[in-house]
Structure formats: C-alpha cells, structure tokens
C-alpha cells in the first residue's frame, strides 16, 4: 500500500505523525468504503438502469404486438399515477421518471442521456454495467454525450 510507505518514509519530517495517522486512517476508511458500500451501491443502481434498458429494448423490438404490450402496462402506470408527459417525451425519460421519481430532475437527466447513450450504441441491457464502468461511471458519460444528445 503506497500510503503505508509514505507514512513510513515520513517519520523525519517535522509534520506530527498525529496527522499522518490520522489521514492514513481516514485513507485507509475511504478505501474500505469504496470497495464495499460505495461499490454495491453502483452495482445495485446500475442493475436498476439496465432494467430500464431492458423494458425499452422490449418496447422497441420487431415483435410489435409484445412492444405494445409493455408501451401499454407504463401508459396505465403514468396514468395511474398522474404523471404528466408531453407527446414528445422520449419513452427513456418516461421509464427513468417512473422508477426515480420526480425528486431530482438532473439525475432523471443524467440516467436518460447515460441509457440513450448505451442504446444508440447498441449495447445490450445485459452489458450495460460493464459499458458504464468502461466510460468511468455515469457522470463521464454525461459529460461527454450531454451534449450530443
């Protein structure tokens, strides 16, 4: 662990080695914490995304019949829950309002661009984690294809 070395190597300056414990501990819970908690987080909203992914790959497959189906069941759901869309809504914008609410309307945003991202791409549902993690998360997606979109 690179930290431990610097610590180490540290002992003859003149900062207190309080301050290095203290910061190396504060390292040492950060890691722990993205490697856990932080970690299962994304892995848990990311499988969340690719659900939605994967309800709008069913809605825009050949099979128009099935498609109309699942277009139908997220048409009663906004009804039944007084949703308000306008026509040109994207159907994307739909699935992800539906889920996350309407709390916070930049991540609405955020999630839309990163899965319309991944579907003019073409990749699967089934692969969507990988590509998110590939392209260093959810905020690089938007930031490079915000404004493409």
């Not at 501990?25 to 908690?37: A, K, S």
């Not at 690719?50 to 009804?79: F, N, P």
Request: charged content about 30%; proline content about 1%; aromatic content about 8%.
């Amino acid at each position: 662990m690179e930290a431990t070395k610097k610590v180490a190597q540290s002992d003859n300056l003149v900062t207190p080695k309080k301050l290095y414990s203290f910061v190396f501990d504060l390292v040492t819970e950060r890691q722990v914490w993205e490697d856990t908690v932080y970690r299962q987080s994304n892995d848990m909203l990311y499988s969340i995304l690719a659900k939605i992914l994967s309800k709008y790959e069913e809605m825009t497959q050949k099979d128009a019949e099935k498609g109309q189906l699942v277009r139908d069941e997220l048409d009663l759901y906004i009804k039944m829950n007084d949703l308000k869309f306008t026509k040109s809504t994207h159907t994307l914008i739909k699935l992800v309002r539906c889920v996350f609410g309407d709390v916070d309307k930049r991540r609405i945003s955020t999630y839309t661009i990163v899965l319309r991202s991944a579907y003019a791409k073409e990749i699967k549902s089934s692969d969507l984690a990988a590509y998110i993690q590939e392209h260093g998360g959810i905020q690089e997606i938007k930031m490079a294809k915000g404004k493409s979109l």
